[in-house]
């Protein structure tokens, strides 16, 4: 099983700064890799997938890159509405799917 | 417009059974693997397996393995997660999910249903 660790597992930030996110493969996942946004009492939201492409309606504020075993979120100037829980998963092959365990974006 | 709508939640004892639904509609329900996705008060989300309602195909993640059941009826477009005996560590969030593209399990999931909240407690 491929192992996603995500870093920090908290991040501390004022509105309108920017906001970076980490996340690890413990092995190659080539750029199979996506990001979720979850907020309280709500389901995960779609992000970004193949690494970098912002999904249906996201706003060009969230942007990833990387690819093999690192990755990055990136959130250019936080708005309130992005404090939240962000995920990253990967989707190498069928070897199975697993998530990171989540980086919190709070309020500084 | 596709929509995957959960069944309610529900409060067990230890060692009852339960089955709960998820609803596709919008789509061709026989053409996408859809999946289910655990997530205990307070922590990460976790796949526990997917089923390919076409043919009943049917994968699960290791650490699932056993621990439950997954199913689809395609007649009435419904994805099925149940257990035969619940225990209090079974209490979480579950929701069903949909992968973006109708070829393949392996991939991420841009539809997600609201969630059915199961609480195991005697």
């Known amino acids: 099983e491929i192992v996603m660790t995500q870093s920090p597992a908290t991040l501390s930030v004022s509105p309108g700064e920017r906001a970076t996110l980490s996340c690890r493969a413990s092995?190659?996942?080539?750029?199979?890799l996506a990001w979720y946004q979850q907020k309280p009492g709500q389901a995960p939201r779609l992000l970004i997938y193949?690494?970098?492409t912002r999904a249906t309606g996201i706003p060009a504020r969230f942007s990833g890159s990387g690819s093999g075993t690192e990755f990055t979120l990136t959130i250019s100037s936080l708005q309130s509405e992005d404090f939240a829980v962000y995920y990253c998963q990967q989707y190498n092959n069928w070897l199975g799917l697993t998530f990171g365990g989540g980086t919190k974006v709070e309020i500084k | 417009e596709v929509q995957l709508v959960q069944s309610g939640a529900e409060v067990k004892k230890p060692g009852e059974s339960l089955k709960i639904s998820c609803k596709g509609s919008?789509?061709?329900?026989?053409?996408?693997?859809i999946g289910w996705v655990r997530q205990m008060p307070g922590k990460g989300l976790e796949w526990m397996g997917i089923i390919y309602p076409g043919d009943s195909d049917t994968r699960y993640s290791p650490s699932f393995q056993g621990q439950v059941t997954i199913s689809a009826d395609k007649s009435i477009s419904t994805a099925y997660l149940q257990w035969s005996s619940l225990k209090a560590s079974d209490t979480a969030m579950y929701y069903c999910v949909r992968p973006f593209h109708s070829s393949g399990w392996w991939d991420y999931f841009d539809y997600w249903g609201q969630g059915t909240l199961v609480t195991v407690s005697s």
């Open positions: 092995q190659s996942v080539s750029s199979n």
């Open positions: 919008g789509y061709s329900f026989t053409s996408y693997w």
């Open positions: 193949g690494a970098s």
